[in-house]
């Protein structure tokens, strides 16, 4: 699991990256603030890269596809912005789902609750919340230290997630 984790890592680098960037830019208030992306990795090399409209049109078309390469010697993360609630109230975050595509699939879904503010980095990134596993015993210590390996692995999203980051 441990190149799945890292990858997860190293997505959520990115993500936080591109959020910091987009939510410079005046988007209109429908416009998601970070498009979807979904991430092939087989080992340690990025197998491909799918954003946005090179993705399947929907979320379950992207579930047939990931079933469609399994069972398969590969990781795949999938990134979208959404708003979820915690404690009674609607917040923005960065949902990350995470596959092995093994059979039975090992995953898990990360959360990464943020707010807009106002200043450089526009953003402000809160601690990553775990909301399902399955197949999988989820152990923050370990996961942690491979997380921040992938997360490392980009350097300028490490750089905006170390700016940003709140617990």
Not at 11 to 36: G, R
Not at 75 to 104: M, S, Y
Request: with cysteine; net charge negative.
């Amino acid at each position: 699991m441990a190149p799945t984790i890292e990858l997860v890592g190293s997505c959520a680098a990115e993500a936080a990256h591109n959020l910091a960037q987009n939510l410079k830019e005046d988007l209109p208030a429908d416009e998601p603030v970070l498009l979807p992306s979904l991430v092939l990795k087989k080992g340690h090399k990025r197998q491909a890269i799918l954003y946005d409209t090179a993705l399947p049109k929907t979320f379950q078309d992207i579930a047939d596809l990931l079933d469609k390469l399994s069972p398969a010697d590969l990781d795949a993360v999938l990134v979208k912005d959404g708003r979820i609630t915690f404690d009674g109230k609607k917040t923005d975050a960065v949902i990350i789902e995470a596959h092995h595509l093994t059979r039975p699939r090992i995953s898990f879904t990360l959360v990464i609750p943020y707010e807009k503010i106002a200043g450089d980095p526009p953003l402000r990134l809160f601690k990553p919340k775990l909301v399902s596993a399955e197949n999988f015993e989820f152990d923050w210590t370990a996961f942690n230290d491979v997380f921040l390996k992938g997360l490392e692995s980009n350097a300028e999203g490490a750089k905006v997630w170390n700016a940003c980051r709140r617990d």
